[in-house]
């Protein structure tokens, strides 16, 4: 398919997938409805009834911080794949997501008797996902071979994160159902300002992986090559890390670990595309928001009035999409 054929069918789902995001729920709401209500409110005529804020105080920010999330995570996985030149690349194998799990979790354990751990879970969980991967940093960036060192040092931490979040889970106590129920990953908390918060980080990671396509498609040809035709490849290494870092923890610290998509989006757009990233992280931005908001929109209604974690049907549909992948190519060398 054309890339810019890919684009526009993207683009087209991913807005028809927003309006049925609007639409259905446990409390029904026809188009006509929605479009009714949406006139009112930009007319200031709006009686502002339940139903008022159930499309605009509830639907509408859960609507943006999917399609934020789900952009966040296949442009992290994306860029992580590039940065090590591995095809199984994803942000948590840097530690972000297992970090960023570890400070939440702590976060929970220590301000939940306070009664603001709604206010302090999302810092504690960015500044562990960021501090696990300053440390990966430190220890990776001493090896010969930065994407390789900078793989190795990453699992370390992130299995000694895991292990520390797993000892935290054995002495939670009465708080051991919400804190489990967040790590599973989640956007039944998505509120205004949380959807402008992650809708802001998703944009500033789509333009800046944007302005450093060119220099990305020179760098899946090795380190070397790239140093060889002129980028700067150290500083490039840098900033997608530090891009990586802050995007996927301020998405995890948020909505907590929803996986496969950063792993499952590229791969299958690489299939259909090709590997050019001046086409592929467009493609990219809209598969990842597509496919997240498809999912949150099923947990919201399959079992409506309770609601399944996120995370539990990416990882039910990812594995399998995944295997798939793993049987129709070799995935030992570089992504293509």
């Not at 690349?89 to 220590?110: D, I, Y």
């Not at 999302?122 to 562990?128: A, E, S, V």
Request: include cysteine.
């Amino acid at each position: 398919m054309k890339p810019r054929a890919l684009t526009l069918l993207l683009a087209i789902a991913l807005f028809g997938a927003a309006g049925g995001t609007l639409l259905l729920g446990s409390v029904r709401m026809p188009p006509s409805e929605v479009l009714m209500r949406a006139w009112r409110t930009m007319t200031g005529h709006s009686g502002w009834d339940a139903r008022d804020r159930v499309l605009f105080e509830i639907r509408l920010p859960r609507m943006v911080a999917a399609a934020s999330v789900g952009t966040i995570l296949a442009l992290a996985g994306l860029a992580s794949q590039t940065l090590f030149r591995n095809p199984l690349a994803t942000p948590s194998v840097m530690g972000v997501s297992n970090g960023a799990a570890l400070g939440a979790v702590a976060t929970m354990l220590v301000a939940g008797a306070r009664g603001w751990d709604g206010i302090v879970v999302p810092i504690g969980g960015f500044l562990g996902g960021f501090g696990a991967v300053t440390v990966v940093f430190a220890l990776g960036k001493r090896g010969a071979f930065f994407g390789h060192s900078l793989l190795l040092a990453g699992i370390a931490i992130a299995a000694l994160c895991s292990a520390m979040t797993t000892g935290m889970l054995y002495l939670a106590g009465e708080r051991l159902q919400a804190i489990v129920f967040w790590l599973m990953g989640g956007l039944w908390q998505a509120g205004g300002h949380m959807a402008l918060v992650l809708l802001g980080v998703a944009l500033g990671l789509l333009f800046s992986l944007l302005a450093l396509a060119r220099p990305l498609n020179v760098l899946l040809a090795g380190e070397t090559a790239a140093r060889d035709l002129g980028v700067d490849v150290p500083h490039l290494q840098r900033k997608l890390l530090l891009l990586i870092a802050l995007a996927s923890a301020v998405a995890v610290s948020l909505t907590g670990v929803i996986g496969f998509i950063g792993l499952i989006v590229p791969h299958l757009l690489r299939l259909v595309i090709g590997g050019d990233h001046r086409r592929l992280i467009p493609t990219t931005a809209l598969g990842g928001a597509l496919l997240l908001l498809m999912a949150d929109t099923l947990v919201r209604t399959l079992a409506a009035p309770a609601e399944i974690p996120v995370g539990i049907l990416t990882a039910m549909l990812g594995a399998p999409v995944f295997l798939w992948l793993l049987r129709r190519r070799d995935v030992s060398g570089c992504p293509s």
